[in-house]
């Protein structure tokens, strides 16, 4: 995954909520674009508790859409940009 498919999930309008799914397992929600901080080489994931991620965007497997009840969805996955 590269910045720029990260950064087309978050100007996607209506701003759909999302998971960033990581290759070590991890999972980090994007319930709003506030919680995302672009640079040209970090992705930088906020969460509701205030702690934060700073994430090597080759780490980052797919982008999942999120459902209304905060969950990753139906199997339906998001995959944008490439590396």
Known sequence: ???????EALH???FEPFVIR?????SLPVP?????AL???RV??????????IVEPLLI???DKLSSEGKAGNGKKK???GS
């Open 1 to 7: 995954m590269d910045i720029a498919g990260v950064g």
């Open 12 to 14: 996607t309008q209506p």
């Open 22 to 26: 990581l290759a070590d397992g991890r």
């Open 32 to 36: 709003h674009p506030d919680f995302v």
């Open 39 to 41: 640079t040209p080489r």
């Open 44 to 53: 930088i994931v906020g969460a509701e508790d205030d702690s934060w991620s």
């Open 61 to 63: 497997v797919s982008l």
């Open 79 to 81: 995959r944008r940009g």
